[in-house]
């Protein structure tokens, strides 16, 4: 089986400042581990993913996140927030033995302040 | 290079009506999946089919919904007698292939109500 847990429903931030978005997850084998955003009325778009290798994982629009096996997380980071990264985030994991599907967190609203 | 696109983006049906959902993945993705966001339930995995291989349906919540994929491209999701309860965003996602940490690509959703 395999979970994910985002333990923030709302992470509010003001611009310029570092954001951290957690995730935890759980799986039987070894994780594929993905982030997406969703806008408003939107669909989610793909912001990067842990594959193996390099902890630190680098993406879209000056997102990153590090993978810690030990504590079983993938947070998401970005240095320096924008008031138009304001949005929803997902957290992803997919086992690498079996699943196909991906099981996502229940969602991060990030709110950037002016 | 065109997205996932999705059919219509917006729906209002009666209770008990039928509905056909319909997805056009990226071209040359042969994986496609089927996810229901609603507002108790997060995002759910519903059905995916990889190629000529039969689909896994084992997200599908009952016999109501039910879904196909035509000549390996475009699929359709249909919920028969749909109920207030299937009022959601059904989003659609593609990948080149399953097996590996392919990205799955997401359309921009349909928005069920059930009136």
């Known amino acids: 089986a395999q979970s994910v847990a985002q333990p923030e429903d709302q992470v509010n931030v003001a611009e310029g400042n570092p954001l951290t978005v957690k995730c935890t997850y759980s799986?039987?084998?070894?994780?594929?581990l993905f982030w997406y955003v969703q806008y408003p009325n939107r669909g989610l778009q793909f912001l990067l993913k842990y594959i193996t290798g390099d902890n630190l994982v680098k993406g879209s629009y000056g997102f990153e996140a590090e993978f810690n096996k030990s504590q079983t997380s993938f947070h998401l980071k970005k240095p320096s927030a924008l008031v138009s990264d304001s949005a929803l985030y997902f957290c992803a994991v997919r086992d690498t033995g079996s699943a196909r599907q991906l099981t996502f967190g229940s969602g991060t609203q990030l709110t950037v302040l002016p | 290079g065109a997205g996932v696109s999705q059919s219509p983006s917006n729906k209002v049906t009666e209770k008990g009506k039928d509905v056909e959902l319909r997805c056009d993945p990226i071209?040359?993705?042969?994986?496609l999946y089927w996810y229901r966001q609603s507002l108790g339930q997060g995002l759910e995995f519903l059905i995916y089919?990889?190629?000529?291989?039969?689909?896994?349906k084992s997200g599908l919540p009952s016999d109501r919904f039910s879904a196909e994929r035509t000549g390996g491209s475009v699929s359709t999701l249909t919920i028969q007698r749909t109920q207030q309860e299937d009022s959601a965003v059904y989003l659609c996602a593609s990948s080149y292939r399953t097996g590996g940490p392919e990205t799955q690509y997401f359309g921009p959703g349909t928005r069920l109500l059930v009136l």
């Open positions: 089919f990889q190629g000529n291989s039969a689909p896994d």
């Open positions: 799986v039987s084998g070894n994780p594929y």
């Open positions: 071209s040359g993705h042969t994986a």
